[in-house]
Structures are given as structure tokens and as C-alpha cells.
Nanobody
């Protein structure tokens, strides 16, 4: 499966962005989908993930209550709605997918074989 992330940009603190992750080459069904981010000089960190059944999204503590993940298996697209953005949310955001992710390890980037190219999100203060 090939993933294409889009929707990043520059936004002021408190603003919103919606990221999209489109899959091609294979059906999206059956894949755990995750969102990760990486800021300069920092390790890639987990943001959100959704299971194969398009239910029960899970979020990191830092984004809970502000970010909402969804997915449309028919369109093979995942979305990350980001509200109340903070400067510390600035990073390159990546979507990832894999069929074999164990849900308990969803926050481990090493569990995902397929990655999008990343989209830059910059939040100004």
C-alpha cells in the first residue's frame, strides 16, 4: 500500500488543520492506521491510531481532547482533525499503516511497515 499525507501548513496558535492520508495500491481495510509526528532534533512520536474496524481511536496524552482521528475505508483515507493547535504541535506529521500491528503496540513506530512522506505542520505563537 502507498500512503500520501497532505493538509499541513502554517497556522496560528489556537487554530485548526485537517490532515489527510490517502492509500493506494491496496484496500485500506484490514490495516491499523497511525499518525506520528517528528519535530527537529526529536524522536518520532505517536499521535493517534485507529484499529482495523474503524473504531476506538487512541490518542497520545498530549493531543487528547484536541485531535480527532477518523478513517473512511471506502475512500481508503484517514483524517486527523487538529484543533486548538499549540506551537509544540509543530512537526512533520506522518501517517502509517500495517496489517500486523498488535493493538497494544500501536504507539511503536517500528510496528508499521508502510509510511507516507510526511506533511509539515507549523504553529506560530
Amino acid at each position: 500500500v502507498q500512503l500520501q499525507a497532505s493538509g499541513g501548513g502554517l497556522v496560528q496558535a489556537g487554530g485548526s488543520l485537517r490532515l489527510s492520508c490517502s492509500a493506494s495500491g491496496s484496500t485500506f481495510r484490514g490495516y491499523v492506521v497511525g499518525w506520528f509526528r517528528q519535530a527537529p532534533g526529536k524522536e518520532r512520536e505517536f499521535v493517534a491510531a485507529m484499529n482495523r474496524y474503524s473504531s476506538n481511536p487512541s490518542y497520545s496524552d498530549s493531543v487528547t481532547g484536541r485531535f480527532t482521528m477518523s478513517r473512511d475505508n471506502v475512500k481508503s483515507t484517514s483524517y486527523l482533525q487538529m484543533n486548538s493547535l499549540k506551537p509544540e504541535d509543530s512537526a512533520v506529521y506522518y501517517c502509517a499503516a500495517d496489517r500486523t500491528v498488535i493493538w497494544g503496540a500501536k504507539a511503536d513506530s517500528n510496528m508499521y511497515d508502510y509510511w507516507g512522506q510526511g506533511t509539515q505542520v507549523t504553529v506560530s505563537s
